[in-house]
Nanobody
Framework: QVQLVESGGGLVQPGGSLRLSCAAS????????MGWYRQAPGKQRDLVAL???????AYADSVNGRFTISRDNALNTVYLQMNSLKPEDTAVYYC?????????WGQGTPVTVSS
């Protein structure tokens, strides 16, 4: 059974930082492409960042230069370091795994950027 468990969300002031974590189980993590998506109220779920099994990364324009995705294959965990947070980053953040032709999702962790 595949499980993706996110943690690290919360309330932060504009300009602050958060680090999200996603622990994966039930897959061979090292060969999965991992990603972070987010969904704000009333909006579609959009890609934030992804990292391939080889370590290549890609980012949405809106977060490029502020967010960093990384992975630790020994811990089966993917991270999203979020710096210089803005109110428009407020959303539920979802972990995603693309593994042997199938996509898996975590339950989401909320991030609120507000003063």
């Amino acid at each position: 059974q595949v499980q993706l468990v996110e943690s690290g969300g919360g309330l932060v002031q504009p300009g602050g930082s958060l680090r999200l974590s996603c622990a994966a189980s039930g897959i061979t993590f090292s060969i999965a492409t991992m990603g972070w998506y987010r969904q704000a109220p009333g909006k579609q779920r959009d890609l934030v960042a992804l990292i391939t099994s080889g370590g290549a990364t890609a980012y949405a324009d809106s977060v490029n230069g502020r967010f960093t995705i990384s992975r630790d294959n020994a811990l089966n965990t993917v991270y999203l370091q979020m710096n210089s947070l803005k109110p428009e980053d407020t959303a539920v953040y979802y972990c995603n795994a693309r593994y042997v032709g199938t996509e898996y999702w975590g339950q989401g962790t909320p991030v609120t950027v507000s003063s």
